[in-house]
């Protein structure tokens, strides 16, 4: 199959939907299909890191002058996203589709709906879709939404009768280092101890809520010889000043960028305090117990699903430093609560969402 897709990272955005995105398209290429990218170049994009995983990145032109001339009034609230319109955005993407012939189009970005999604499906065999909000029309073949709370009646109103709807947390797009490390880190989390926390505020974190979390914990009565495993993106703002706290913090500090091992950071961890969006199901897969910050409307009811379930606690932004530092102590002291998040986490998600979405991608061909 050649599959085309259309997602865009940046400061604003963040890195969510590209690395999604990602993803599937590292496994599809496993299997032997085509793969390539179109995305804007934004601050804070990824064409870099797409480029170096050895995929083809088509880039859409810079916008120019008013952003706000350019969303019409019956545009949805993320429409300046795109920094042009949809209707400039689809003819770019065709432009650069061009003779490619591709099975699928798979789009991820919240400022794209039916309208953009219909006028691309000329040129594509089937269109894909990849929403978490479920508040816009969509002109799909199957859409996907990951997120636990949600149900298929959820899309009734925004898609056909006989569009496949991929719902839920088994169809979460994780790398395949998940579901091969999810027995080890599900075992050694039987008699839990807190001695290494994993620190991961989203692949921007624009807001500092690194530093928010850093100073909760130098602030608390947990030992010094607890271990924090910081991990920020390449284009996090505020880089220099993370690592500049990490010299002198009391604790044993590392700060990591792009890391490759995500997977093997979280099976060593004994506890994570981190953003939320998809790093959610790679911290279920793996049964790691979370206290996760909700920096973003969006991420509400995910949350309280999250928290619902007994999977991670919820923690509103800005960061309560306080009540943050009373979570983590809590867990020091009483490390069975830590066994039982596990138990509740890995239930949740088995880290086999890619091969079985790959499976429906074959079957709808």
């Not at 947990?222 to 604790?251: C, E, H, Y």
Request: glycine share 8%; hydrophobic share 40%; charged share 25%.
């Amino acid at each position: 199959m050649n599959v085309v897709f259309r997602a865009d990272a940046s400061v604003q955005i963040g890195t969510g939907h590209v690395m999604r995105s990602l993803t599937l398209a590292e496994a599809l290429r496993r299997k032997g299909h085509q793969c390539r990218f179109i995305c804007h170049d934004f601050p804070g994009h990824l064409g870099r890191q797409i480029r170096e995983k050895g995929f083809r990145v088509d880039t859409l032109p810079t916008p120019t002058g008013d952003v706000e001339g350019r969303v019409s009034d019956d545009d949805n609230s993320y429409a300046e996203w795109l920094g042009i319109s949809w209707r400039e955005d689809a003819f770019h993407t065709l432009r650069f589709i061009g003779d490619f012939e591709p099975d699928w189009i798979v789009v991820d970005h919240y400022a794209l709906d039916a309208r953009w999604e219909e006028r691309v499906s000329s040129v594509a065999g089937k269109v894909m879709v990849i929403d978490d909000l479920a508040d816009r029309p969509h002109f799909a073949d199957i859409l996907l939404d990951q997120n636990l709370g949600r149900s298929e009646v959820d899309y009734d109103e925004f898609v056909s009768a006989i569009c496949k709807r991929l719902v839920g947390p088994e169809y979460a797009l994780l790398r395949p280092e998940f579901h091969r490390l999810r027995a080890r880190s599900l075992d050694r989390r039987d008699e839990p101890e807190l001695l290494r926390i994993l620190v991961s505020m989203g692949g921007t974190d624009t807001p500092n809520a690194t530093a928010a979390v850093i100073a909760s914990l130098e602030s608390s009565s947990l030992p010094s010889q607890l271990r924090l495993d910081v991990v920020m993106g390449a284009t996090a703002p505020w880089m220099n000043d993370i690592q500049n706290v990490a010299k002198t913090s009391r604790f044993n500090v590392t700060v990591s960028t792009n890391v490759q091992d995500m997977g093997e950071r979280m099976c060593l961890a004994d506890l994570s305090i981190g953003a939320a969006g998809s790093t959610s199901w790679e911290r279920c897969a793996l049964g790691l117990p979370s206290i996760v910050v909700s920096q973003a409307q969006n991420q509400s009811g995910i949350l309280e699903a999250l928290s619902g379930a007994g999977a991670a606690i919820k923690l509103d932004f800005p960061i309560d430093e306080a009540k943050l530092a009373s979570l983590v102590v809590n867990f020091y002291k009483k490390t069975e609560k830590l066994a039982s998040m596990a138990r509740n986490a890995s239930g949740l998600c088995d880290g086999r969402g890619v091969e079985k979405v790959i499976g429906l991608l074959n079957v709808a061909q």
